[in-house]
Nanobody
């Protein structure tokens, strides 16, 4: 699966952006698609993920209540709606897939994920 992230840009604090992660290739029902981000000088961190089969989700504590992850089966795309953005949300955002067994819990670490896309830059000004 090849993933293409898009939708990043420059926004003022308090604003919103919607990121897209378009997949070319089949996303099987057991797949989890996750969003991660990496700020300058920091390690890549988990943001949110969604299981393709049942749309179950998981979020990082730092984005709960502000970000919403969703998927569109027809478009083979995962979205990340980001509201009430803060300067600390500034980062390159990446999407990736976890292809483990359907009963595996949604992971919040980098390790089980692959097919990393090229990333899209989100800059939040104060």
């Amino acid at each position: 699966v090849q993933l293409q992230a898009s939708g990043g840009g420059l926004v003022q604090a308090g604003g919103s952006l919607r990121l897209s992660c378009a997949a070319s290739g089949i996303i099987y029902s057991n797949y989890v698609v996750g969003w991660f981000r990496q700020a300058p000088g920091q390690e890549r961190e988990f943001v949110a993920a969604i299981r393709w089969r049942d749309r179950s989700t998981r979020y990082a504590d730092s984005v709960k209540g502000r970000f919403t992850i969703s998927r569109d089966v027809d478009k083979n795309t995962v979205f990340l709606q980001m509201n009430t953005l803060k300067p600390e949300d500034t980062a390159i955002y990446y999407c990736a897939t976890d292809k483990r067994d359907r009963w595996a819990p949604i992971a919040t670490t980098n390790r089980p994920y692959d097919d990393w896309g090229q990333g899209t830059l989100v800059t939040v000004s104060s």
